[in-house]
T-cell receptor, first 116, second 111 residues
Framework: DAGVTQSPTHLIKTRGQHVTLRCSPI?????VSWYQQVLGQGPQFIFQ???????GRGNFPDRFSARQFPNYSSELNVNALLLGDSALYLC???????????????FGSGTQLSVL | DQQVKQNSPSLSVQEGRISILNCDYT??????FLWYKKYPAEGPTFLIS?????DKNEDGRFTVFLNKSAKHLSLHIVPSQPGDSAVYFC??????????FGAGTTVTVRA
């Protein structure tokens, strides 16, 4: 079975541009979460989607947006890129997004975004 | 505001010995705790978890201990193996959908 797949694996953008990152969850998983990992820090929560609805949003500006499609895949969009947006963006999937009840979160390998 | 802290950025241990990784948290509403392991160029993978109603959970070579009064948890790996060399993240949740991660501890197992 395929795990969580993310594309692209690496991306270079310049300040002010926008970027779209894509994620396909594990088959059967209906929830997708996005995390940002800056070098030297742990992953930081951005969004969680379940059944195409946003269930939670982290402390990120409105430049960050996401959506989930009927096939449960997801996109993360970042507008007006800043140098500080350079990070590893991780997508994770789970059956129903109920992490607090013992449901496991499965991560993809991430998209490394560099903003120049 | 860092609610989950891993104060040791690195740990070096000899193969066969015990590795002890520590994690402190500040949010008393956290009720579920996890450890993730990350190899370079891969995403974090789930290792072990513990609910706040327990103080210990064991899975093979891995044991997690939770001290709620001290807001502290630890991960014990025994015996340590070369394949255990990785970055270990402590994470916690106070709701259903979000994990708060520490900054990670890089473990190096020496032969």
């Amino acid at each position: 079975d395929a795990g969580v797949t993310q594309s692209p694996t690496h991306l270079i953008k310049t300040r002010g541009q926008h970027v779209t990152l894509r994620c396909s969850p594990i088959s059967g998983h209906k929830s997708v979460s996005w995390y940002q990992q800056v070098l030297g820090q742990g992953p930081q929560f951005i969004f969680q989607y379940y059944e195409k609805e946003e269930r939670g949003r982290g402390n990120f500006p409105d430049r960050f947006s996401a959506r989930q499609f009927p096939n449960y895949s997801s996109e993360l969009n970042v507008n007006a890129l800043l140098l500080g947006d350079s990070a590893l963006y991780l997508c994770a999937s789970s059956l129903a997004g109920s992490i607090g009840t013992g449901e496991k979160l499965f991560f993809g390998s991430g998209t490394q975004l560099s903003v120049l | 505001d860092q609610q989950v802290k891993q104060n040791s950025p690195s740990l070096s241990v000899q193969e066969g010995r015990i590795s002890i990784l520590n994690c402190d948290y500040t949010n008393s509403m956290f009720d579920y705790f996890l450890w993730y392991k990350k190899y370079p160029a891969e995403g974090p993978t789930f290792l072990i978890s513990i609910s706040s109603i327990k103080d210990k959970n064991e899975d093979g070579r891995f044991t997690v201990f939770l001290n709620k009064s001290a807001k502290h948890l630890s991960l014990h790996i025994v015996p340590s193996q070369p394949g255990d060399s990785a970055v270990y993240f402590c994470a916690a949740s106070d709701n259903d959908y979000k994990l708060s991660f520490g900054a990670g501890t890089t473990v190096t197992v020496r032969a």
